[in-house]
């Protein structure tokens, strides 16, 4: 008796729990084409606004990181800022390439949300450089180049650990909260190492 009171209890938790599942995915699917499928529905339920805004300032923001990373291979004189650079190109081009990737299974289209470089410092978006800033970094080189570099990507790190700090507290997407995290503890560290070679406490 016991074992089928056993039985009929886990048969109705499970059709409880599927029930739950479909009306969750039903919820998310809310405004989308019945024919989409349930990878896209369980992946409309799993973000808000916030998740779309991070990837789409994020993606711009480190674009901008890259270009001034590549500046450092031939300009600057430091080693350390140099394999800093190197550091910075690794860890945020697959960043782009990942938040991409959410955008396009949101249904977002990069090319009528990201900003040109030029403009980016105008939109509002924390710590993006001007024209004029990242024109006179491409005309540095030597010692000078590393001061600018290192100071220009202080001001940037802390425009995208504002950012992601933003992300971890309103997302809703795990993977977004989570890279936001990480974006958090990689370039807190990184400013600390930079203020070090600007000689700054």
Avoid at 33 to 54: C, G, P, T, V
Avoid at 63 to 69: D, T
Avoid at 70 to 85: E, F, G, H, W
Avoid at 112 to 134: E, H, L, T, V
Wanted: charged residues 20%.
């Amino acid at each position: 008796m016991r074992k089928t009171r056993t039985l009929a209890r886990r048969a109705g938790l499970t059709a409880t729990a599927v029930t739950a599942a479909l009306v969750l995915a039903a919820c998310g699917n809310d405004g989308d084409s019945a024919s989409s499928s349930s990878s896209a529905a369980s992946s409309a339920a799993a973000h808000n606004e916030q998740d779309m805004a991070f990837a789409q300032g994020m993606i711009p923001h480190h674009q901008q990181a890259l270009e001034m990373a590549k500046l450092a291979a031939d300009r600057a004189s430091s080693a350390k800022v140099k394999d800093l650079a190197a550091r910075i190109e690794k860890a945020q081009d697959p960043e782009i390439q990942t938040m991409n990737g959410w955008l396009k299974s949101w249904g977002q289209d990069m090319s009528s949300s990201m900003p040109g470089m030029g403009q980016s410092a105008d939109s509002g978006m924390a710590g993006m450089m001007d024209s004029k800033d990242m024109s006179h970094l491409e005309k540095m080189s030597g010692t000078g180049f590393d001061t600018m570099f290192l100071t220009m990507m202080v001001d940037h790190h802390k425009g995208a650990v504002a950012m992601a700090t933003t992300e971890k507290n309103k997302g809703e997407y795990g993977p977004a909260t989570s890279m936001a995290a990480d974006i958090v503890t990689a370039q807190t560290a990184e400013i600390t190492e930079m203020n070090k070679l600007l000689g700054k406490n």
